[in-house]
């Protein structure tokens, strides 16, 4: 039976009225449902998940006559599967602000207690706007209700720092929001002109403008037929073309929601350009066959990420695309945190540097302990050992510096400041006219900022060997350093080898009258052995000038055997997560001599050229048993740092001079 309007029977469901609306920005309801614990239910201000529902028809779109927070609650009408809570078996409603529902009055014409069935999903055919809870749309302001799920409401989300919601990377578009569908890539399959027009869909208000246009300067032009259709086309798809370039340029505002927002789960978003970029990045795969020739191949690499992360770093100041998967911040700290895994390359060449010095003093070392009189030879063992304590003490010491010394070279050299600058500049002033009808059929657009992400081989030898020109003073040092320990020790023992010498000599007229000089002439080998020690020493090579020879100097080898042939090397040099291992073409193969011609040339030029790393301060502590350094009666600190004898930076910035002694 139906019953009439005046007439209400108390039972629900006798008048069902359907109805479809939108969840009103909930920036002004939100305390509805409460987000720190709480232990009584006096301490929840809200009835459950409900919201408020603006309603198509019943409620105006905007602010003015009815604000969010005054619209009514709707309750949710759950599955049966999301249980109702009761035993706590249940699922929570996934809606939010700018969600379109439906659903019907509980209450019939009352219209006071609506009841959310269901929600209408979005798709990438809606352009989401960026704000809710505004006047954008009214019933006398039209426009398409369709809002981002990370819209800005009239309150911000977190209330304390005034911080929004920002979507992921999964969340986020990976096309230029303001792109407009015209300018889009179309879909495979679609037929299109030669132009890139789709003859099977109409033209927009812009296109059509654009068409009118073109057809009066094609009449003014004298164009007819198939010239004149072809002429207007041309304009039509310039027009386009031109536009997309105002829209996207860097100084145009984005206008469209930056998230993205469907059901769509193959469109490519920024998160899947991150993740593409990251199983593309070259890492360094160290082989052991050739460690110096791998070790520059792995600073080629390194340097070829920092190049490659640099060039999207400085094309998303006017390329979204770039911005939106560029994972660097500052370039700098970048290119400091790269140089700190070069650095670990680099030693692997100073410790074949280092192998060398010390292969050679032992060959001299040999011959010298060959010449001399037992009774000293297991002394000359302990200096031995001695010197290679040095000399590790010397090189590990220059270890210490190469990541600063290496990040400067690289900053230098790359000078990031200066390349942002000049990117800045040219989004600036590479902004479109507006595409005015007197450029209509003009192809010139607005480019882009050009940078050439290829690093050779011979960028990272120069390098490699800059870092050892500024290092090759304290190389020279290390190396003077044995030689004089070495003298030392045999000034101290001459005596002794002269003593041998002279009672050598005295026996040699008879050894030579006796035996002849079958032997050999053993009087001048015993001379070689005692008076020519300064000859054998001098046979220290000039790292410096032979630093091609040390690096290609080969301590051990795999065939030992006779006839046995060498082991297959490996071939990958670097591998990455989308392709797997790979290998270096020849032309890019390192060259050692060449980085020893560049250090023995050019390294006193390129010492000059490129600034030295700041040394980090010398923090300083006061010993036990010694009161802190006192500013006044109320304050004191523990550490400073020495300006000079007495005088020190305290560590609230402040200085002070004190007489108190350091251990």
Same mark, same amino acid.
């Given at each position: ?26 920036? /002004? ?62 699922? $929570? ?53 369709? /809002? ?12 304390? $720092? ?195 010095? *010390? ?12 010449? *001399? ?70 192809? $010139? ?201 007495? $005088? ?16």
């Amino acid at each position: 039976m139906q019953e009439g309007a005046l007439f209400d029977s108390g039972i629900l469901g006798t008048s069902f009225f359907w109805w479809i609306g939108q969840i009103a920005d909930d920036s /002004v309801w939100r305390e509805n449902v409460i987000c720190a614990p709480f232990a009584t239910e006096g301490e929840n201000v809200g009835w459950g998940r409900r919201y408020k529902v603006r309603i198509l028809g019943l409620h105006d779109q905007g602010e003015t006559e009815i604000a969010s927070k005054d619209l009514p609650w709707a309750q949710v009408m759950l599955p049966v599967t999301a249980g109702g809570f009761l035993a706590n078996r249940g699922a $929570t409603p996934n809606l939010q602000g700018g969600n379109m529902v439906f659903g019907f009055f509980m209450d019939g014409q009352a219209m006071t207690v609506p009841v959310i069935m269901g929600v209408i999903g979005n798709n990438a055919k809606n352009d989401t706007a960026n704000t809710i809870g505004d006047n954008r749309v009214t019933n006398k302001q039209p426009g398409s209700l369709a /809002v981002s799920g990370y819209a800005r409401g009239q309150k911000p989300k977190n209330a304390r $720092t005034g911080s929004q919601e920002t979507p992921p990377d999964g969340g986020l578009k990976s096309e230029h929001p303001n792109s407009s569908a015209a300018a889009a890539r179309q879909r495979p399959g679609a037929k299109v002109n030669k132009y890139g027009l789709r003859p099977d869909l109409p033209l927009d208000d812009f296109q059509f403008k654009d068409a009118q246009r073109a057809r009066i300067r094609a009449d003014e032009q004298g164009l007819i037929g198939i010239e004149r259709e072809e002429y207007v086309m041309k304009s039509v798809a310039d027009g386009i073309k031109q536009r997309e370039a105002d829209d996207t340029s860097a100084s145009a505002p984005i206008t469209k929601s930056i998230a993205s927002e469907n059901s769509d789960v193959q469109q490519i978003t920024a998160g899947d350009i991150k993740e593409q970029i990251f199983a593309e990045e070259k890492v360094p795969m160290p082989i052991p066959d050739d460690p110096v020739g791998s070790a520059m191949k792995s600073i080629q690499i390194l340097i070829d990420n920092i190049v490659q992360k640099m060039d999207t770093y400085l094309n998303a100041i006017q390329s979204y695309v770039d911005a939106v998967s560029s994972t660097v911040s500052n370039l700098e700290d970048m290119i400091c945190s790269t140089a700190k895994k070069i650095a670990k390359y680099m030693k692997v060449i100073f410790d074949k540097m280092m192998e060398f010095v *010390l292969k050679q003093i032992n060959v001299v070392m040999s011959k010298v302990i060959g010449a *001399l009189p037992a009774t000293v030879t297991s002394k000359f063992g302990d200096l031995k050992e001695k010197i290679n304590e040095l000399i590790l003490m010397m090189y590990n010491k220059m270890f210490d510096g190469l990541a600063d010394q290496l990040c400067q070279t690289l900053l230098d050299t790359l000078q990031p400041e200066k390349r942002e600058q000049e990117a800045r500049d040219y989004a600036a002033n590479s902004s479109s006219s507006g595409g005015s009808s007197d450029s209509t059929d003009d192809n $010139t657009l607005p480019g882009r900022f050009k940078t050439r992400p290829k690093v050779p081989m011979c960028y990272a030898e120069s390098i490699a060997s800059t870092v050892i020109s500024k290092n090759k003073g304290q190389i020279t040092e290390a190396n003077t350093n044995v030689i004089k320990s070495l003298n030392g020790y045999i000034d101290g023992i001459q005596g002794d080898i002269d003593s041998v010498s002279a009672t050598i000599s005295q026996g040699q007229a008879l050894i030579s009258g006796g035996l002849g000089d079958s032997l050999g002439d053993f009087g001048n080998t015993v001379a070689s052995a005692t008076g020519g020690m300064d000859g054998m020493l001098n046979m220290m090579p000039d790292i410096s000038g032979s630093l091609g020879a040390a690096l290609d100097f080969k301590n051990i080898i795999m065939n030992i055997f006779p006839g046995e042939l060498e082991p297959k090397k490996a071939i990958n040099d670097f591998y990455q997560l989308a392709t797997g291992g790979s290998g270096a073409a020849a032309s890019e193969l390192p060259s050692m001599a060449s980085i020893g011609d560049s250090v023995a040339t050019s390294g006193d030029e390129r010492v000059n050229r490129f600034n030295s790393a700041s040394e980090s301060p010398e923090f300083l502590t006061p010993p036990k048993g010694k009161a802190p350094v006192s500013l006044n009666d109320t304050e004191s600190v523990d550490v400073v740092r020495r300006i000079d004898n007495n $005088t020190f930076d305290l560590s609230d910035g402040s200085t002070v001079t004190t007489t108190f002694e350091l251990e």
